[in-house]
């Protein structure tokens, strides 16, 4: 099964393993640890299933998928879609001592369960030196998904400048060009990485592989993932670590079969030299300086800490997504990842809305 937003809906719909994050109290305010335990502080509420997340001085961006909108287009494999321009990136920052946030750029194509859950659009983010990048995801011809701009921006890399999105490339041809994982044709580019060379590094989940694109805008084919323990790769999230080598998150498996890896990539050659396995469906990857790595596991409920020499910690957050350090080494997640800001109904309870968690002394 290539496409993740239909392995994620698979994986809802059968019940796997789920972990409730009950009992996981956000901070009232900034501190180290309480009772030797990291605490978490929401920084921001109101998203529209938040995705990946990047830092760049000062200021934490969001890619936020969407809520769909009010024309459905009937049910398929992932049930009813319903769609709109209701994607955006959002940037939170601190103003006054108090955390704010604003979207720099907004009505973007969306894809959305009727109730705005499990949304796809603006999926990856990446920020460098104020220059901002976004990733949308793809959708055939003939799904039901208008054609006219602004949906010619799915399946795009975007330089997100003065409030508007302009296609940087063409990422999605790169896959029914070449077909560089050869089995079915698909593609969902679902994170990007703007690196400090100029070149940007986009994750193909559907496709397996990552895309290269230069400064000048030319994509192409960059590392091909294996199949590996009965499933396909599907690559979710990217970062570059302190050793200049990427670090790329997978979907690989289920909660109750942790299979999925964090693979290291060269980040000149694409080759793949190693790999940390032994994860649930892994959706966002940080690594700081001292070589520490972080691993959002979307239905195992937690992201987990793997030391440099390591040993496994864990903290439990709800649906977790996109991770990002800040220049201090302190981490933040996307929480209810897969909710709008209403939440949505996963087995029948409703969750609370999209938002940006800051985990403390973890």
């Known amino acids: 099964m290539r496409n993740p937003r239909m392995r994620l809906a698979l994986v809802v719909a059968t019940g796997a393993a789920l972990a409730v994050c009950a009992g996981v109290a956000p901070a009232g305010a900034d501190a180290g640890r309480q009772g030797g335990k990291p605490v978490v502080k929401v920084v921001a509420t109101g998203l529209d299933n938040p995705r990946q997340l990047s830092y760049d001085h000062g200021d934490l961006y969001v890619a936020e998928a969407g809520r769909g909108g009010k024309k459905c287009i009937g049910a398929g494999p992932e049930g009813e879609r319903c769609v709109g321009l209701s994607s955006a990136v959002t940037k939170v920052h601190r103003h006054k001592g108090a955390w704010k946030h604003h979207r720099?750029?907004?009505?973007?194509?969306?894809?959305?369960?009727?109730?705005?859950?499990?949304?796809?659009?603006?999926?990856?983010?990446?920020?460098?030196?104020?220059?901002?990048?976004?990733?949308?995801?793809?959708?055939?011809?003939?799904?039901?998904?208008?054609?006219?701009?602004?949906?010619?921006?799915?399946?795009?890399?975007?330089?997100?400048?003065?409030?508007?999105?302009k296609i940087a490339a063409d990422v999605s041809a790169?896959?029914?060009?070449?077909?560089?994982?050869?089995?079915?044709?698909?593609?969902?580019?679902?994170?990007?990485?703007?690196?400090?060379?100029?070149?940007r590094i986009v994750a193909d989940a559907a496709g397996n592989d990552l895309i290269e694109v230069s400064r000048s805008g030319r994509a192409r084919p960059f590392t091909v993932f294996p199949d590996h323990d009965g499933h396909e790769t599907v690559p979710t999230s990217l970062a570059l670590g302190g050793d200049g080598k990427l670090y790329v998150g997978e979907?690989?498996?289920?909660?109750?079969?942790?299979?999925?890896?964090?693979?290291?990539?060269?980040?000149?050659?694409?080759?793949?030299?190693?790999?940390?396995?032994?994860?649930?469906?892994?959706?966002?990857?940080?690594?700081?300086?001292?070589?520490?790595?972080?691993?959002?596991?979307?239905?195992?409920?937690?992201?987990?800490?793997?030391?440099?020499?390591?040993?496994?910690?864990?903290?439990?957050?709800?649906?977790?997504?996109?991770?990002?350090?800040?220049?201090?080494?302190?981490?933040?997640?996307?929480?209810?990842?897969?909710?709008?800001r209403d939440g949505t109904v996963v087995k029948g309870e409703k969750t609370p809305g999209g938002q940006l968690w800051k985990i403390l002394g973890f």
């Open 174 to 199: 790169v896959e029914f060009r070449h077909n560089p994982h050869t089995t079915a044709l698909d593609s969902n580019p679902y994170a990007v990485l703007a690196l400090p060379d100029g070149r």
């Open 251 to 340: 979907l690989n498996g289920l909660t109750d079969e942790p299979t999925a890896r964090v693979w290291r990539v060269d980040v000149r050659t694409g080759k793949i030299l190693d790999w940390k396995s032994g994860f649930g469906p892994v959706t966002g990857v940080a690594v700081n300086r001292k070589g520490d790595l972080y691993v959002s596991q979307l239905f195992g409920g937690v992201v987990t800490k793997v030391s440099h020499d390591d040993e496994r910690t864990h903290v439990k957050v709800p649906y977790p997504a996109g991770l990002a350090l800040d220049g201090q080494g302190k981490l933040y997640v996307s929480a209810w990842s897969v909710a709008d």
């Open 104 to 165: 720099v750029v907004e009505g973007l194509p969306s894809l959305a369960q009727p109730d705005g859950g499990f949304a796809t659009g603006v999926d990856g983010v990446s920020a460098r030196h104020g220059r901002l990048w976004a990733v949308e995801t793809y959708a055939p011809a003939g799904s039901g998904v208008p054609t006219a701009r602004p949906w010619n921006t799915l399946g795009k890399l975007l330089r997100i400048q003065h409030g508007k999105a």
